[in-house]
């Protein structure tokens, strides 16, 4: 029972200055149910005094045992106390003279009095055609020589027991719009009603009577497909049991032990097959096969429409002085002409594409997961860098480019450098070092060649004529005399002059 000022105070704000419930409520921190109740309270008489009894052996450890239970169900099972612990203590430090049954039949009771409170009755929810359940799950992977956690993203089909999943590098919104417009289109189709949890990308807040204010992306996302959404309580999964059950299934006969990556858009390709291959069993409840339920669900599903989604965000960022942008605490460059000034960053999944202010591009960087890491793209930077060749050694650029330039550039005069530099600014922007590199291989075949003759030989390859062969000719050239070079020629000729002089004696 409340205090009486508090009471008094309740019943005069309601019933005399007229304030509502809920008004009354958040002023006093109360819920408004209890507010109600002594608002409209009509009885304050003194109610009955219980009888009392004495006191069990049992009684004064009670409260010290509830909350040894509370506290070990935080706990792996393997570090919780058991109940013949809780009795040595309670003898050694709190003198209890009961029995060690007591204390075990209590513990044994009220912890299944707790789990029964903390965990409610599940629901038997009847599952409907063209409905969907979508979770994220996690799982080890060995990706590029290293151990990662990657999560991955599970569409169910309760009616079919069917179930779509693929891999992402991360969970936040354009990783989760990703995964949901990739299993879409894969299928051609639509859920009707997709079930979510109140996850971050999708729920910006939770408001009474149900209600959800959804991130501005996925309204957009919802209204492009034309599904319709639906919500968890707050901390119910059994409300989506399906797709829990089946984040644990994928995660045990998929994935585990754990699976290598190269690349993981291959790897997300070659799930598709797996999955449809584990449908060819019998539903666990209507013993038919899950591949032939999913096909009749999926006559009920919705068309797609005629464009994919784009799951981007842009965001609007000011370049450092060197220009460098920050986003979620990495660095990516841009180009030394946009140094202090704001550009605009488009965020996929995968990419980050840096445009200037009217949407043309200035440079593409694959998205970095984790945080201060930096991206740098030179290719903006080689014509700067041209004006300071020397400078070439100490950069990063220098120590991941190829041998063959390495090399050549150890060869190279300043001016050599300083147009070596300003070529590679042009032919790095569309292309990789690959094609520049076979370039200067071929055309050093003959000696150091000069800047020029690498860019011949560039852009013949890139435009499809290759290196032309010597040209043969078709009539017979007559062998010719080989031409001896060398001081050896003054010798014959100083002999020749010896020889005119004694003919003349």
């Given at each position: 029972m409340l205090a009486v000022a508090e009471i008094h105070y309740i019943r005069y704000e309601a019933n005399q200055k007229g304030c509502s419930y809920s008004d009354i409520a958040k002023r006093m921190n109360r819920d408004p149910r209890t507010v109600k109740k002594y608002a409209e309270m009509e009885d304050f008489s003194p109610s009955k005094v219980k009888q009392t009894r004495k006191a069990k052996v049992m009684d004064p450890v009670k409260p010290i045992l509830d909350q040894w239970i509370k506290e070990d169900l935080t706990k792996k099972k393997k570090y919780r106390r058991t109940a013949k612990r809780m009795y040595e203590i309670l003898k050694e430090e709190y003198g209890f003279t009961g029995s060690d049954r007591s204390v075990r039949l209590y513990v044994s009771k009220r912890k299944q009095e707790l789990l029964e409170q903390s965990e409610p009755a599940a629901l038997p929810l009847e599952s409907k055609p063209a409905t969907a359940q979508v979770d994220f799950g996690e799982a080890p992977f060995?990706?590029?020589?290293?151990?990662?956690d990657f999560p991955y993203l599970v569409v169910s089909f309760p009616y079919s027991n069917a179930a779509y999943v693929q891999v992402m590098p991360a969970q936040n919104q354009e990783c989760f719009?990703?995964?949901?417009?990739?299993?879409?289109?894969y299928m051609g189709r639509v859920p009707r009603v997709i079930r979510f949890d109140n996850l971050s990308p999708a729920v910006k807040t939770i408001l009474p009577n149900g209600e959800r204010e959804l991130t501005e992306t996925f309204q957009r996302f919802v209204l492009h497909y034309g599904f319709e959404c639906e919500f968890c309580n707050p901390a119910s999964g059994n409300e989506k049991?399906?797709?829990?059950?089946?984040?644990?299934?994928?995660?045990?006969?998929?994935?585990?032990?754990?699976q290598t990556i190269y690349q993981l858009e291959s790897f997300n390709e070659s799930l598709w097959e797996k999955c449809e291959k584990d449908w060819n069993r019998p539903h666990y409840e209507k013993?038919?096969?899950?591949a032939e339920l999913f096909e009749e669900e999926q006559a009920l599903f919705l068309q797609l429409p005629a464009k994919e989604f784009e799951c981007v965000r842009y965001e609007q960022v000011t370049a450092d002085k060197y220009g460098f942008i920050h986003l979620e605490n990495n660095l990516y460059s841009t180009s030394p002409r946009f140094a202090k000034q704001k550009v605009l960053a488009k965020i996929s999944y995968h990419e980050i594409a840096i445009l200037t202010e009217e949407h043309e591009l200035i440079i593409k960087h694959e998205r970095l997961y984790g945080t201060k890491q930096k991206s740098m793209k030179w290719q903006p930077y080689l014509t700067l860098m041209a004006k300071r060749p020397n400078a070439l050694k100490y950069t990063d650029f220098y120590e991941k480019m190829p041998e063959e330039w390495k090399n050549y550039f150890s060869n190279c005069t300043v001016q050599e450098k300083k147009e070596a530099l300003q070529l590679l600014a042009v032919l790095l922007k569309e292309h990789d070092f690959e094609v520049s590199t076979q370039a200067l291989r071929i055309a050093s075949q003959y000696g150091h060649p000069k800047v020029e003759s690498i860019k011949q030989v560039f852009?013949?390859?890139?435009?499809?004529?290759?290196?032309?062969?010597?040209i043969q000719p078709k009539k017979h050239v007559p062998d010719m005399p080989e031409a001896i070079r060398g001081v050896r020629h003054y010798d014959r000729l100083f002999e020749s002059q010896g020889d005119v002089a004694s003919w003349n004696k």
């Open positions: 060995l990706y590029q020589g290293k151990y990662v719009l990703e995964g949901l417009k990739r299993i879409f289109h049991g399906n797709v829990e059950s089946k984040v644990k299934y994928i995660r045990n006969n998929f994935f585990l032990p754990e013993e038919r096969l899950i852009y013949q390859l890139i435009n499809g004529r290759g290196i032309r062969e010597p």
